[in-house]
């Protein structure tokens, strides 16, 4: 990513561990992983990424720059 980049991740975090056994989404073989707010926080600051969560289930990571 060039600095000053966007990467957008829109998707629905995982929340609820006991929700998720029942999540009609994991059973689906397009859905390979699931994340929450949390990962995608960990993964941006690992990055040296600034992250925004402007809305829910939508993360934005910029390249600062």
Sequence with gaps: ??????????????????????????LDPTHVVFYREATLRHVAARLGLEIEIPIKDVALMRKPG
């Design 1 to 26: 990513m060039k600095p000053g980049g966007w990467l957008g991740v829109m998707t629905s975090f995982q929340t609820d561990d006991a929700a998720f056994a029942r999540w009609h989404y994991r």
